[in-house]
């Protein structure tokens, strides 16, 4: 058990299914007082009945103020995990791009903007952000996606930075390929870059707690990341070029 996590009041965004139901499913295991919101009310009350747990659907960006009032008035963890994975390239709608910029990086800032009061003002608070691999890397056929997780990413580092002395903790979830109803929706790409080395949601719930056991800020539920990152920021143009044969194989395979 996370002593973390015991009786904590959680908040898991996205939680009807894939990652963030196994985020939920984990942190009730641990004993904390889970609320699941989903845009699809069905499948939240079904996560939440399954784990014992208060289901407040709607969009997560509004849904801070009554998961605390639930929650019995506090909330001591929020996951961000609500995401959209829009394809596409500059040529993309700007309708799929807004939509993009709005789920994966603004509701995360509206998220703080309703929690961060009340954290600093208790001196203590946990931001969990479920970022994905492309936010430190990027993802063939992919711009709305890859350039906002990059965003989410770094609104999550910007928070670290400026409040860990005031006791917010913030964590970072970069996976890679994950079986979810989103990865079959990556469609061709994604069976060629994500599906071979594809995990299962619980896996990332399980690097998140290893993660808060060990107080650190970027969780790698894939570890080879952690080489993959180094190699773009040591060697871009080598970094780029490989990245760009694998668009040609992809270009190639279509």
Request: contains cysteine; aromatic residues 6%; hydrophobic residues 45%.
């Amino acid at each position: 058990m996370v002593e973390a996590v015991q009786d904590a009041a959680v908040v898991v965004t996205g939680a009807g299914g894939g990652i963030g139901a196994a985020l939920a499913r984990r942190f009730a295991a641990e004993g904390a007082r889970v609320v699941v919101n989903d845009l699809d009310a069905g499948r939240a009350e079904a996560v939440a009945a399954e784990i014992g747990g208060i289901a407040v659907p709607g969009d997560a960006s509004t849904i801070v103020d009554r998961a605390r009032e639930a929650l019995g008035g506090a909330v001591d963890v929020y996951c961000a995990n609500a995401g959209v994975a829009s394809g596409g390239s500059e040529a993309a709608d700007e309708a799929v791009w807004a939509q993009a910029w709005d789920v994966n990086v603004m509701a995360h800032v509206r998220a703080a903007h309703a929690l961060l009061p009340h954290w600093l003002e208790r001196g203590r608070g946990r931001f969990v952000s479920t970022v994905s691999a492309a936010g430190l890397l990027t993802m063939i056929g992919a711009a709305p996606y890859s350039v906002t997780k990059h965003g989410a990413y770094a609104f999550a580092e910007w928070l670290s930075l400026t409040y860990r002395h005031r006791g917010i903790q913030v964590h970072a979830i970069c996976p890679q390929g994950v079986r979810t109803d989103m990865l079959d929706a990556t469609g061709s790409a994604g069976d060629l870059v994500l599906k071979p080395t594809a995990i299962e949601p619980r896996d990332v719930a399980d690097a998140l707690f290893k993660g808060i056991a060990e107080d650190r800020f970027l969780i790698l539920p894939h570890p080879e990341v952690a080489g993959y990152y180094q190699m773009r920021a040591g060697d871009p143009d080598r970094w780029l070029t490989n990245m760009n044969h694998l668009q040609q194989k992809w270009e190639t395979a279509e």
